[in-house]
């Protein structure tokens, strides 16, 4: 049995690739979700891969979570920060609800799911964490001022948590998609997509969600063992980071 892998959010979209790249490269793959059970069940049926609900906002659940995740699988080796939500909104008309379910979620998260297995992978001397965050935290976006703030913190909780655990053969690494071809962003009104988003992106297309799992199953792999508090772009050349 390989390394124990476990993917937030994993039974949809770029989480529900990821999971399924990882196990195809030899991992033993957990997923966890937050609340559609039947879009869970279904994934589980099809990949095999279990899967494990609680709200990654919620602290005590994700301890709680992982510790179930461990009795099943064994430590967790590798850790895919993947779960967010949107709860967009013009800032003149962003409710404090819309804004801390963003940050708790997409960004508080990340110390939520990270803090439980840190110390294991600090005893263990090896672990893989991994970062999704977005394109819109490198550059923003309107609209979205709670989703842009919560995935700029991602990147600075990527670059400070990879110096700590550097010495202990732990890399700590990010990856920012630009618009991929997820539920999330299919919501967007198809003439919306077809002429002021698509337009942006030299390749001319959205991203497959495939394509940013490729990019964790290298981070996450004994290869990459030199790269760490970097953030890689899958954006197709939308943005480019200073």
């Not at 030899?26 to 709200?55: L, M």
């Not at 309107?142 to 202990?168: C, H, I, P, W």
């Not at 618009?179 to 967007?188: D, S």
Request: proline share 4%; net charge neutral; glycine share 12%.
């Amino acid at each position: 049995m390989g390394r124990v892998a476990l993917v937030s959010g994993g039974t949809r979209g770029i989480g529900e690739a990821t999971s399924i790249a990882l196990k195809s490269a030899g991992y033993s793959v957990a997923a966890n979700y937050a609340g559609n059970e039947e879009k869970a069940a279904a994934f589980h049926e099809r990949t095999g891969i279990p899967v494990f609900k609680w709200d990654v906002s919620n602290y005590e659940a994700c301890v709680d979570g992982i510790a179930r995740v461990e009795a099943m699988l064994g430590p967790v080796e590798i850790l895919v920060n993947n779960a967010g939500i949107t709860r967009d909104s013009m800032f003149h008309k962003m409710t404090p609800l819309q804004w801390k379910e963003v940050v708790d979620t997409n960004l508080t998260g990340l110390f939520n799911m990270t803090h439980p297995v840190w110390t294991g992978m600090r005893d263990r001397g090896f672990g893989r964490i991994v970062n999704i965050s977005s394109i819109n935290g490198q550059k923003g976006q309107m609209g979205q001022v709670n989703y842009s703030a919560a995935k700029a913190g991602d990147l600075g909780f990527t670059k400070a948590l990879a110096q700590e655990g550097a010495t202990r053969n732990i890399t700590v690494n990010a990856i920012c998609p630009g618009y991929i071809a997820t539920e999330m962003v299919r919501a967007i009104p198809e003439k919306v997509l077809a002429e002021k988003i698509v337009p942006q992106i030299p390749v001319g297309r959205l991203g497959e969600p495939e394509e940013v799992a490729r990019c964790v199953v290298f981070l996450v792999s004994d290869e990459a063992g030199f790269i760490t508090g970097s953030t890689l772009t899958a954006n197709g050349g939308q943005f480019f980071a200073g």
